[in-house]
């Protein structure tokens, strides 16, 4: 019962926001609060759960709050300026190009493993360029992801640390025979960019053409509207701090080598580095309060909905759905297909990870399986590379990961909208690097 509920939950809950797009905010406090009353919790317990769940998200809603606020000043000092212009140069309209760029930064900056400090690097430095090229920021978000899952497979990875730990082994012995897997992935995501580079390259020209048409039809229309623009470049101008941008420059690389080489709080940092940079830049304290609340809207929206997501999190963990539905996913599995189950599993790990929390999915449902995949003589490390490639790669998309709500409020989109535009790359990547196991031999048959 418990199960059939959790599963109802969160069926509904993707159901809401990819087909109905309704806002995450209601979906994610309504939905498991009434899941959570059908298998009898009461509502004080509930109240407790939810408690629970907001705690283990605060952090990084601090994070998310001050980092936002930090590149929000960055951007409005000029920082990235002189990045956008000179790839903007280098790529000319080339937009594959920029594609391509994506990638290497997104993989350097991912050397450390951390998910977060990757899309701060990345995204904020690179959403201006797209913008400016008129790209769409989802390519961004699906090219800088991809790139992310793929060097999530080393080591000190937090997927890759998790499954050695459920083998009690280390996670280099893991990880060595993975290298091959790991490039055959790093030369997909950069094709991948090439493809999806030469396919909006191809509608930026289509939708130039269609504007150009419509511009000769509105030439009024137009006219106001540069007039309007004017107006606000000349805005965005009185904020740009020239003078001051090799400080900026020098504080934003020591805020993320800190944040690579040193286990100082992130959010802490993020705190600090901001109310620095807010009195440097903008020392009249008027000016301070435009520019906070010129960034506060976006910052405030996401932070709600990640607190919703850490009570529905709280309530599906504490309430033991999520253990009935690992344990009952485990129970329906026909004896015959035993064998195979490691495979089926890793086939379908992607739309798996939008259900289970990748804890649930990496400690309890893994063990489950390499215990079924031992009655059967299945190697424990056959298991794990079967079901953790894809879990390993796909972590980003998941409403379920908090790093996802950092990413979409970075690249100013909306959940639904990026995991419709990410789900079926990501999936096809992770059957990709599935099938490179199995030749491999990492993963027997």
């Known amino acids: 019962m418990i199960a059939l509920v959790g599963f109802v939950t969160f069926i509904l809950i993707i159901t809401l926001l990819l087909v109905f797009k309704v806002s995450p905010v209601p979906v994610f406090i309504v939905v498991p609060v009434l899941g959570a009353l059908m298998i009898g919790v009461s509502p004080v317990e509930i109240g407790s759960f939810i408690g629970d769940g907001i705690l283990q998200v ?23 300026d002189p990045l956008t212009g000179k790839l903007k140069d280098m790529a000319g309209s080339n937009v594959v190009l920029v594609a391509i760029v994506t990638v290497f930064i997104a993989m350097v900056s991912h050397l450390d493993g951390t998910g977060a400090s990757t899309l701060l690097v990345t995204i904020p430095a690179l959403l201006p360029v797209y913008k400016k090229l008129q790209m769409n920021p989802l ?24 499954v050695a730990v459920v083998l009690e082994i280390d996670p280099s012995a893991l990880w060595v025979p993975l290298i091959p897997v790991q490039i055959i992935g790093i030369a997909a995501v ?40 004017e107006a606000e470049v000349s805005e965005d101008a009185n904020l740009k701090r020239p003078k001051l941008w090799w400080f900026n420059l020098i504080l934003t690389i020591a805020t993320i080598a800190t944040l690579i080489t040193t286990e100082i709080e992130i959010s802490a ?27 506060a809207f976006e910052a405030f929206t996401l932070v709600t909905i990640l607190i919703a997501a850490g009570a529905f999190l709280g309530i599906v963990s504490e309430s033991g759905m999520v253990e009935e ?53 299945v190697p424990a490390t056959s298991v794990a590379y079967a079901s953790a490639v894809g879990a390993t790669i796909s972590g980003y998309i998941s409403p379920l990961v908090p790093a996802t709500y950092l990413a979409i409020g970075l690249a100013k989109t909306d959940l639904a909208a990026h995991i419709k535009f990410s789900i079926f790359p990501m999936w096809l990547l992770s059957i990709l690097l599935l099938t490179a196991c199995i030749l491999l031999g990492l993963v027997t048959i």
Do not use: C
């Open 58 to 80: 605060m952090d990084v809603g601090t994070l998310f709050i001050f980092a936002m606020l930090y590149f929000g000043i960055m951007s409005d000092a000029g920082l990235f």
């Open 139 to 162: 390519i961004l978000l699906l090219i800088v992801v991809m790139s992310a899952g793929v060097m999530n497979l080393i080591p000190w990875g937090g997927p890759l640390a998790r």
């Open 190 to 229: 950069l094709l991948t960019a090439v493809y999806l580079g030469k396919k909006e390259k191809k509608r930026i020209a289509n939708s130039s053409m269609e504007h150009t048409s419509e511009e000769a039809s509105e030439v009024k229309l137009e006219l106001a509207s540069a007039l309007e623009q």
């Open 269 to 295: 940092v993020f705190m600090f580095v901001f109310a620095l940079a807010l009195v440097i830049n903008y020392p009249n304290g008027k000016l301070q309060m435009e520019r906070m609340r010129a960034h």
């Open 325 to 377: 539905m690992t344990t009952g996913l485990i129970s329906v599995i026909p004896e015959a297909i035993g064998p195979f189950i490691h495979l089926i599993i890793g086939v379908i790990s992607v739309p798996l990870l939008m259900v289970l929390p990748p804890d649930a999915y990496l400690f309890a449902f893994v063990s489950l399986l390499v215990e079924i995949g031992a009655e059967h003589g």
